[in-house]
């Protein structure tokens, strides 16, 4: 799994081949992954 560095190298790499509004819509869904997962983990860590 790459890092988030490593994936946002790899998004403006990929903006460069192939420019349109899936850029945006790929951050979205990366900062909606990442809360999730935040959330997810603090649910776990305070409920046992």
């Known amino acids: 799994m790459p890092t988030i560095k490593e994936a946002e190298k790899f998004i403006i790499e990929a903006e460069?081949?192939?420019p349109g509004l899936w850029i945006a819509h790929s951050r979205f869904v990366a900062k909606?992954?990442?809360?999730i997962a935040e959330y997810l983990l603090y649910f776990i860590t305070w409920s046992y």
């Open 16 to 18: 460069i081949r192939n």
């Open 32 to 35: 909606a992954a990442r809360n």
